[in-house]
């Protein structure tokens, strides 16, 4: 995903660009391959993922759609390694706050995230029309245009700059545009919190009418960070 700190002003050198791999995808919200083999997906908002990339290698259909880009493709690669850089330092200091068994260790870690930055800006400039600018909570995208949509590692987990109020017109932008059902990872905050609004928000899709499950994900790399909503149209 990609987050701008501190600035509604869309500056390249405030935006963390980092990403996660189509495995990584597959597992935090319990997919298979064959499961999406039909499926029109929406990836949102998503950042420097490689699951575009990866899913159109297996046949899946999926665009991502990402406040950052407009940018080119080389400046992003740019951010996204530094970004990298910066992040490994960092997790140095925070490596108890995390559990290893998906990565190993820090190198296990650079590597799927340089992968991913990798195979997502190089699909980038084949594939550009996968890549579509938009700023939450706007999409422009047409109604249930998708059948599936998935969104990682942005709503909830930034409840400190993204009041609730955001968060229940972003989620209904990405039902608007989705014809079966929206999955959003995880339901914690940076801190590994359970995000406060989380019960709210359940009873407020419930009365609009649909279906939302709380369900465990295989996948924890941030501790509580294993869980995800799924809102079904």
């Known amino acids: 995903m990609s987050i701008v700190e501190q600035s509604t002003k869309l500056d390249l050198e405030r935006i963390i660009f980092i990403g996660r791999t189509f495995k990584e995808y597959m597992d935090m919200f319990s997919f298979s391959e064959d499961d999406l083999s039909t499926k029109k997906i929406l990836d949102c908002p998503a950042g420097a993922c490689s699951f575009a990339a990866i899913?159109?290698?297996v046949g899946l259909n999926i665009t991502a759609c990402d406040i950052v880009y407009d940018y080119s493709v080389e400046a992003l690669k740019g951010k996204g390694l530094r970004d990298i850089a910066h992040a490994m330092k960092h997790m140095e200091q925070a490596k108890s706050n995390?559990?290893?068994n998906y990565f190993g260790n820090l190198g296990g870690l650079r590597k799927h995230r340089e992968s991913a930055l990798?195979?997502?800006?190089?699909?980038m400039k084949q594939s550009s029309d996968r890549y579509i600018s938009a700023?939450?909570?706007?999409?422009?995208f047409a109604n249930e245009q998708f059948d599936i949509t998935l969104s990682a590692h942005f709503l909830f987990m930034y409840a400190d700059r993204l009041d609730y109020d955001f968060h229940i017109e972003t989620i209904n932008e990405l039902l608007r545009v989705t014809k079966d059902e929206v999955r959003i990872f995880p339901l914690v905050d940076l801190e590994g919190t359970r995000y406060e609004h989380i019960d709210r928000i359940i009873n407020y899709l419930t009365a609009q009418g649909y279906k939302v499950d709380e369900?465990?994900?295989k996948y924890e790399f941030q501790k509580n960070a294993n869980s995800m909503l799924k809102i079904i149209k």
């Open 215 to 217: 369900l465990s994900s």
């Open 135 to 140: 700023t939450l909570p706007t999409l422009p």
């Open 98 to 100: 995390y559990i290893w």
């Open 118 to 123: 990798y195979d997502c800006t190089s699909h």
């Open 55 to 57: 899913g159109e290698k």
